[in-house]
């Protein structure tokens, strides 16, 4: 990675939040059908998504990274939809890898395109690390919730060859739903705990409007832990930076760690430090986020006499989202950006 930029400032929020990292979602298209994600009843075959021409192009995603860069951006995660549907995404990690002060670059992706020539040149480009979701290691459980009869074994492949490429630690993301994969806990933390791969459970989120969401649906971070727990003993793990999502813990025998990210049972607000980025150009302050900020017509007409940078300062200066800490008091809906335009 290139070294800090000069004259860089810490730029804070109305709640005194630094901004470190910026989520880019670089289509918003994906191959799987994940009922917490985009159901086929909603993201059928007469779904629009977004012309190849109102995607941000490579150049353009760069130049906004290279302005949340100087900012204090310094971790930068790509997602979808599912990524690797972008062709040639090696290039655009090349490219992100030469901005100065960008010291770690992630990827997000479902697995299913993740082969080890791709794996190769991701790492060779300056990805990082990836983080790949899998949800049970039961064939009929995963086919069932990924709704396109997709099988496990090739996403464990994948895990393979993201750890053959050096593209570690390998994290593995796991929603957890009630009455659908929860009996795959233990199985899951079994075959990952003495593996290299770190897995992150997570709590089934309320994000976007088509996912039928309902608050019995969600297993709390305290039944994941002592579900866990009771098989083999934990102990927490202090975070390693300010505005760490998952609550870490690792086994007492020494196999290993996991993670649980509880955005709805506990809250981080506090400390996010995150901005995303849609694959169209919106740029939202908040995963529950119900408006973005078009950046894409800033960086494509040619009368805009915009500073990007300064622009981008001013945004994040007037953020006060907390949606996580105010969900148990919303009475009424409230319509946010699908998970699958923003990337989680």
């Known amino acids: 990675m290139a070294g800090k930029p000069k004259d860089t400032t810490t730029t804070t929020d109305l709640l005194g939040r630094a901004l470190s990292d910026l989520r880019i979602s670089v289509t918003d ?47 930068l995660r790509l997602t979808g939809g599912e990524p690797l549907v972008r062709r040639d995404l090696e290039h655009l ?9 960008i010291e770690d670059i992630a990827m997000t ?10 794996a190769r040149a991701l790492k060779e480009a300056g990805l990082g690390r990836i983080t790949v979701s ?16 997709f099988p496990v074994a090739r996403v464990l492949d994948a895990i393979a060859a993201a750890q053959e490429a050096g593209l570690t630690p390998v994290k593995v993301n796991m929603v957890v739903k009630r009455g659908i994969n ?22 089934y989120m309320d994000v976007g409007n088509s996912n039928g969401w309902q608050l019995t649906d969600v297993v709390s971070a305290k039944e994941i832990l002592d579900t866990v727990g009771s098989e083999w ?19 007492l025998d020494g196999k290993g760690e996991i ?27 908040c995963l529950f986020g119900t408006s973005g900020h078009d950046l894409r ?10 500073d990007l940078t300064a622009y981008l300062r001013s945004i994040w200066a007037r953020r006060s989202d907390r949606y996580s800490e105010l969900r148990t008091a919303q009475t009424t809906p409230v319509p946010k950006v699908e998970m699958s335009h923003i990337g989680g």
């Open 29 to 75: 298209r994906c191959n799987f059908r994940c009922r917490y994600c985009m159901p086929k009843e909603v993201f059928g075959s007469a779904y629009h998504f977004l012309p190849r021409a109102e995607i941000l192009t490579f150049e353009e995603i760069t130049r906004v990274a290279q302005s949340f860069a100087a900012l204090g951006a310094r971790k």
């Open 93 to 101: 990690v090349a490219s992100l890898a030469a901005i100065p002060g």
């Open 109 to 118: 992706t479902n697995g299913s395109l993740l082969t080890a020539t791709k």
């Open 134 to 149: 899998l949800d049970s290691l039961d064939d009929d459980v995963f086919k069932s919730m990924n709704d396109v009869g």
């Open 182 to 203: 929860q009996a795959s806990i233990v199985p899951m933390a079994a075959h990952f705990r003495d593996a290299g791969v770190i897995l992150r459970f997570i709590e």
């Open 233 to 251: 003993p934990l102990e927490p793990i202090a975070p390693t930076r300010p505005g760490e999502v998952a609550r870490r813990y690792r086994f």
């Open 259 to 285: 993670g649980i990210i509880a955005s709805v049972t506990q809250p981080f607000c506090g400390g996010c430090s995150r901005a995303r980025l849609s694959a169209e150009g919106l740029l939202y302050t």
């Open 297 to 306: 017509t800033v960086l494509r007409d040619p009368k805009a006499d915009i």
